[in-house]
């Protein structure tokens, strides 16, 4: 190989790897339309604001409320909690007559991760994740 040639393949070879690159950062996360967040609300982008939920801490509780109307058509079925370490904390059924709040009391002195679940019957799982 000439030089002119070693140049030229050096100049292709880094031009592919950056291109490379930028495509490995692009790539979806493993659930993309899978699981939903305010980041990341896929294929439901128009109606995020009704489905991510909306968390609150006060004197040890957890409070969870998603903005979202409920019919028997469309609503939300269930919050549910999860805290570090994969800890289930609990989960929250609802009917379509209900408000989407539910409450769960934290462990005493908690400190760390919170992951809060909200699904909707049309719209799938939602997360939100809150660290106290
Ligand atoms: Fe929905």
Redesign the pocket.
């Given at each position: 190989m000439n030089r002119r040639d070693f140049m030229s393949t050096a100049a292709i070879s880094t031009a592919a790897l950056a291109v490379t690159s930028q495509t490995a950062q692009a790539a979806p996360p493993r659930f993309e339309n899978v699981v939903f967040d305010a980041k990341r609300p896929g294929h439901w982008k128009d109606?995020e604001a009704?489905?991510v939920p909306i968390v609150a801490i006060k004197e040890g509780k957890l409070i969870i409320r998603t903005p979202?109307p409920m019919s028997e058509a469309?609503?939300?079925v269930s919050h549910s909690v999860v805290l570090k370490g994969g800890e289930f904390l609990g989960r929250t059924t609802f009917t379509w007559k209900d408000q989407p709040i539910s409450e769960h009391a934290l462990p005493a002195g908690y400190k760390g991760i919170i992951i809060v679940t909200s699904t909707?019957?049309?719209?799938d799982f939602w997360v939100k994740e809150e660290r106290v």
């Amino acid at each position: 190989m000439n030089r002119r040639d070693f140049m030229s393949t050096a100049a292709i070879s880094t031009a592919a790897l950056a291109v490379t690159s930028q495509t490995a950062q692009a790539a979806p996360p493993r659930f993309e339309n899978v699981v939903f967040d305010a980041k990341r609300p896929g294929h439901w982008k128009d109606v995020e604001a009704l489905h991510v939920p909306i968390v609150a801490i006060k004197e040890g509780k957890l409070i969870i409320r998603t903005p979202h109307p409920m019919s028997e058509a469309h609503y939300i079925v269930s919050h549910s909690v999860v805290l570090k370490g994969g800890e289930f904390l609990g989960r929250t059924t609802f009917t379509w007559k209900d408000q989407p709040i539910s409450e769960h009391a934290l462990p005493a002195g908690y400190k760390g991760i919170i992951i809060v679940t909200s699904t909707c019957n049309l719209h799938d799982f939602w997360v939100k994740e809150e660290r106290v």
